[in-house]
């Protein structure tokens, strides 16, 4: 009889777990690729070119490549966080919007939401209402520019879904993913549920091939005809103390952990001063949601300097007198602020937001000047029942914004000559922060 030799069930199972392995990694490549984006960076003093498809699309609703390549860049800048073309975010679809509203209609709601519900325009307050009354910030837009997002609003909705350079509905989440809607998602989610099938799969074959194995061993035990090799192989053991002392593997176990450590530290050393998502309890339960948010009470009510001054003001005792001196008078909260005011001293509010003195910065510069609304820093403050750091407030993130938001040049003098050379130099490219010298050191350190 031939000589039977049993192989090691170690090779066998590391064989059929790579094999696996390969299978899951091309499906998973299949199912879930995507066409890949270009990121190219942002040069100071510029902002990114409109992609070729984005720049080639056809002039639709009388707007000229020049036009839908500068509103790709405005609608990026100022729509894409609560809008997306095909896909409902936090505003609705804007795919037909020049067909359901005449563009003399959108200007101005673009402009200031607020004022046209508050005029009670029927279409105004029905998209208020519907969108659970979520305040669509202001914008210091021009016509021009306005009617540029528009153009490109009209190029993006004349692709078809899944097009090259179309619009996919990348919504916002709570860090800095995205999750993309529509086939992309149907694709992660199919190839979750084929990856889990795999692995479940997988599990099952071993499982099997053990119960396989001690079977054979149970059979070729009661065999007779076995030589003296066949037993030796038979009835052979894995020593795992010899695994345990293996200098190799002693190794690649050290380098793993002393990798793990450095990346901690690393990222450790690089959160160090970042706090966001910092929620303090203060001394008084004070609600955004319930003034800002159903009450509409203005910002600038209560943070009296943030339009005039270069820090806002944290609101003093006289002011929420104004009201609490007739409402909810017996409120244990508001009965602080009287024994704060009996007392002449001031409530010990914790800051929350909070700037190293390296860095200048000045509220009215970008709230005054700039037209930024206080949502685009401080997110959904109408919202919050106790304030949290919603932005990172980086150096890197302030730079981000000043590199992509657009400046209001219009009816300026001062900027005449800044925009023909910026323009002769970056074409369609918007005259953004970063042009005027906003990413020069000397504006936030000296």
């Not at 079977?215 to 103390?241: A, C, F, P, Q, S």
């Not at 450790?268 to 009470?297: C, D, R, W």
Request: charged share 15%; hydrophobic share 40%; proline share 5%.
């Amino acid at each position: 009889m031939n000589s039977i030799r049993l192989r090691p069930l170690s090779r066998l199972f590391l064989a059929l777990f790579l094999t696996f392995a390969a299978v899951g990694n091309t499906s998973a490549q299949d199912v879930g690729a995507a066409p890949a984006v270009s990121k190219e960076g942002v040069a100071p003093g510029a902002t990114a070119a409109a992609t070729p498809a984005t720049a080639a699309a056809p002039a639709a609703g009388g707007g000229d490549a020049a036009a839908i390549a500068a509103g790709d860049a405005l609608f990026k800048g100022n729509c894409a966080q609560c809008h997306a073309i095909n896909d409902v975010v936090v505003g609705p679809a804007l795919k037909g919007i020049t067909k359901r509203r005449p563009v003399s209609w959108l200007i101005p709601w673009i402009k200031n939401s607020s004022k046209m519900v508050a005029s009670g325009d029927e279409y105004a307050v029905k998209i208020y209402n519907q969108y659970q009354k979520q305040q669509m910030p202001s914008f210091q837009l021009s016509d021009t520019e306005i009617t540029s997002i528009l153009a490109y609003v009209t190029a993006e909705e004349s692709k078809p879904a899944g097009a090259p350079g179309a619009d996919t509905g990348i919504k916002p989440t709570d860090g800095a993913n995205a999750a993309v809607d529509g086939t992309a998602g149907g694709d992660a989610k199919y190839m979750d549920i084929l990856l889990i099938v795999l692995v479940v799969v997988l599990i099952v074959l071993v499982v099997t091939l053990v119960i396989i194995a001690n079977i054979m061993k149970d059979v070729l035990r009661g065999r007779k005809d076995l030589d003296g090799r066949d037993v030796e192989v038979l009835e052979t053991r894995t020593d795992w103390t010899r695994l345990y002392k293996s200098p190799v593997l002693r190794g690649i176990a050290g380098v793993v952990f002393v990798l793990a450590v450095l990346y901690t530290s690393v990222q450790g050393a690089m959160g160090v001063g970042l706090q966001q998502g910092y929620q303090p309890t203060q001394p008084i339960a004070f609600s955004h949601k319930l003034h800002a948010g159903e009450n509409q009470i203005n910002c600038a009510y209560c943070h009296t300097s943030v339009y005039k001054s270069k820090s806002a003001n944290i609101p003093s005792a006289n002011i929420c007198m104004n009201c609490h001196s007739q409402i909810k008078t017996e409120s244990p909260e508001i009965k602080k602020i009287y024994r704060a005011i009996e007392r002449k001293q001031p409530i010990q509010w914790v800051r929350v937001h909070n700037l190293p003195d390296l860095a200048y910065f000045n509220h009215s510069q970008h709230t005054q000047v700039g037209g930024i609304e206080c949502q685009t820093c401080h997110g959904p403050i109408q919202n919050m029942e106790v304030v949290y750091q919603y932005s990172p407030l980086t150096m890197g993130w302030c730079i981000n914004c000043h590199r992509e938001t657009p400046l209001n040049t219009k009816g300026n003098g001062y900027y005449n000559n800044l925009v023909k050379l910026h323009d002769s130099a970056n074409g369609a490219a918007p005259f953004t922060v970063s042009s005027n010298g906003g990413t020069e050191c000397s504006k936030c350190h000296y």
